[in-house]
């Protein structure tokens, strides 16, 4: 029975004619997924760089990683155009819990989900009815073992190249152009169907069209569990790893069937996991240099020459390798200098960590967990809405490395793109630079930190601990007590160690920064009562050498937030008072500070319309302090209002501020009385 009209190799070829199907390598495959996506620039520590859509879709996207995956997608760029790279693996070597297998998994089931679409599927043949020929026993029909394209069989029907290319022409209805253009991507037929094709060819004299009756086209199964079109490799031990893993074995259950022990189809290719990506898919090999060596030199085979080896038959493969390694293991692997060839043939990116506090929001919230938390005793679980915010900087803050040129604050803020006073993003640029050019990686920027599971383990102490679980809310400020706990016990190296816990109390410091702003909004009744006035000195200053300023101090403006004209009284006291606070002394040190806020003001304004200014910390608190001390006489004051609630009058105010945190502030009754308590002690005051 002949195969179905859409299954024979000649429905295949005018399905490659009309455009419907493809013939590409997974190089090719990969670039087109990637640049078929939205591409945005970003501005990334002071330099352009882009950034690739397809990396930020879905419900858990890849974080940052700017870098790393540019370097990414301009290697698999390069080995589509038949760079270099062509020849190369593609090594991620960095800190543990900084998401370099995330970022594998994440590509390849973007991959899988690109390859499902009826455009850009992927097809194999098999041979059919081969109990005719009587050498294959009960061994009917044989699948491609590496998944090799029908249009590598069209290539390779007859031995030579000129009848190949008629075949095509007459036969194919294709031009002489597109089978040249196709020809520039020629690969041999693999050993088992090269020879499984000739004892075809035998059989049927050389009648073609007998010969292409055995031939059907199938479509390469998609599943991710039969590791087909997307294989992991995960570094085995000592012992139970072997070359079999990888490239397959001679098969005893096939030997029982073929008679011909010539025949290389007695091998099975996929029984390793190379064979199951050969056609065109992505192979990921996890801790890439944990493996013994035999086994590397293996990979180093594979890499360069792209095929799959044994008993001097080869087997041509199609595939993206991609591998991950630790620091620790890679400085190991080359420290022994015997194996430097396998790393002439990786193309090596340093992953390093998340150093953008306003990114590392989204990762935090990735291990919080989405699902809502109970408690032990199966109760709903509140989280402070300051408690990302705490996790985040303290974490990002041990990733930054000490600078003489700046301090951990102002790296801070300049990695997530904020104001830092004086300092502009070239001295972050500048910073990078320097300790980029490190030989030891870990002291390059970003490479040395708390990582992903650690800021896990927080999360996990802070869960677990009595005063969560009898309170019903994650407290936002014992998240450090959980984070001190993790350095302490997960840390090894004993400066590493100290350097965190200084970083602790520089990220307590900056959180009480933030309770003292949340307690202002909190008295005021209002939840951007603080971004209000601090967008109102901003509007103050601007606006008080207008024109068109009367006796009345009144300036009418327009808002680029809303578009709308509003009307502003020009209150100087209340600008010198801000000014003051900030240490200003003389006329010219305000009308410096006032002409880098105009300027800030005019660069920002016309790229984000919704800038606040509420990343200049100093001129929040200057503002906080001015509004607290003009309302009651000083953020003291306040703080004896609600320590000491002895009189009615100071247990309304508490009462009203509670009711403000619960109703408009996100705060549960746990954390919003204990977010008092700490406003009322002094700890962590800078």
Request: hydrophobic share 35%; charged share 30%; with cysteine.
């Amino acid at each position: 029975m002949a195969p179905a009209a859409q299954q024979t190799l000649l429905h295949h070829i005018a399905a490659y004619k009309e455009g419907r199907r493809r013939y590409e390598n997974a190089f090719n495959a990969i670039a087109r997924m990637i640049l078929e996506k939205d591409i945005e620039k970003v501005v990334v520590n002071g330099k352009t760089t882009y950034d690739f859509g397809i990396f930020r879709e879905g419900a858990k996207p890849v974080i940052g990683m700017y870098d790393e995956i540019n370097s990414f997608v301009s290697y698999v760029k390069d080995a589509a155009e038949n760079g270099s790279s062509k020849e190369m693996a593609y090594v991620l070597v960095g800190e543990p819990g900084n998401g370099k297998t995330y970022f594998v998994e994440y590509l390849c089931a973007c991959y899988r989900e690109f390859l499902s679409q009826p455009e850009n599927r992927r097809f194999t043949f098999r041979f059919r009815h081969l109990d005719r020929l009587g050498t294959y026993g009960r061994i009917n029909w044989v699948e491609s073992q590496t998944y090799e394209d029908p249009m590598v069989l069209a290539m390779n029907l007859n031995e030579s190249v000129a009848a190949n290319r008629a075949f095509l022409q007459e036969k194919g209805g294709m031009e002489a152009a597109a089978v040249d253009a196709l020809y520039r991507e020629y690969r041999p037929l693999g050993a088992c169907s090269e020879y499984i094709w000739n004892d075809i060819r035998q059989h049927c004299d050389g009648d073609l069209e007998q010969m292409l009756d055995h031939v059907e086209v199938i479509p390469v199964p998609m599943s991710e569990s039969l590791g087909t079109l997307t294989g992991k490799y995960p570094a085995k031990d000592k012992i139970t790893s072997s070359a079999v893993d990888l490239l397959g074995e001679e098969s005893i259950q096939r030997l029982l069937h073929i008679s011909d022990t010539n025949n290389p189809y007695r091998f099975d290719l996929r029984r390793g996991a190379l064979a199951r990506v050969a056609g065109g898919g992505i192979h990921f090999c996890d801790e890439l240099f944990k493996n013994k060596k035999d086994l590397i030199q293996v990979y180093l085979g594979v890499i360069q020459n792209r095929n799959i080896e044994m008993d001097g038959f080869k087997w041509p493969i199609d595939s993206l390798i991609i591998a991950t390694s630790n620091n620790s293991e890679f400085n190991r692997f080359l420290a022994e200098k015997e194996e430097a060839p396998i790393v002439d043939r990786c193309r090596i990116t340093y992953v390093s960590h998340n150093t953008n506090y306003k990114l590392q929001d989204n990762l935090t919230r990735y291990a919080i967990g989405s699902e809502t938390r109970t408690t032990l005793t199966r109760e709903d679980l509140h989280q402070d809405p300051n408690l990302n915010y705490a996790a985040s900087v303290a974490v990002v803050l041990t990733r930054l490395p000490k600078s003489e040129k700046l301090t951990p604050v102002e790296t801070l803020k300049l990695a997530a793109g904020e104001i830092a006073g004086e300092k502009s993003i070239k001295t972050l640029a500048e910073v990078i630079d320097t300790l980029n050019q490190e030989p030891d990686i870990v002291k390059r920027f970003g490479q040395k930190g708390l990582g992903q599971r650690n800021l896990g383990r927080t999360i996990q102490l802070l869960t677990e601990s009595s005063e969560t679980n009898e309170g019903r809310c994650m407290f936002a400020y014992d998240a450090y007590r959980a984070m001190e706990r993790v350095i302490l016990d997960y840390v090894p190296e004993a400066n590493d160690r100290a350097k965190y816990l200084e970083d602790l109390k520089i990220a307590k410091g900056l959180f009480r920064e933030r309770i003292m702003t949340e307690m202002f909004n909190a008295y005021m009744d209002e939840p951007h009562a603080i971004r209000k006035d601090v967008m109102n000195y901003v509007n103050m200053i601007i606006g008080i050498d207008a024109e068109n300023l009367g006796p009345d101090r009144m300036w009418k403006y327009k808002d680029p937030q809303t578009g709308e004209l509003k009307a502003l009284k020009i209150d100087e006291r209340y600008i010198h008072s801000v000014e003051e606070r900030l240490g200003l002394k003389t006329d010219e040190q305000r009308e410096s500070f006032r002409t880098s806020v105009r300027k800030i003001y005019g660069q920002k304004i016309s790229v984000d319309p919704d800038y606040d200014f509420m990343d200049n910390l100093e001129l929040v608190k200057a503002v906080t302090d001015v509004r607290l001390k003009s309302d009651i006489a000083g953020a003291g004051s306040l703080v004896g209002a609600l320590a000491n609630r002895t009189n009615e009058e100071n247990q309304k105010l508490y009462d009203r501020m509670i009711d403000t945190m619960l109703n408009k502030l996100y705060y549960c009754h746990t954390c919003a009385q204990k977010t008092i308590e700490y406003f009322c002690t002094q700890e962590d005051e800078n």
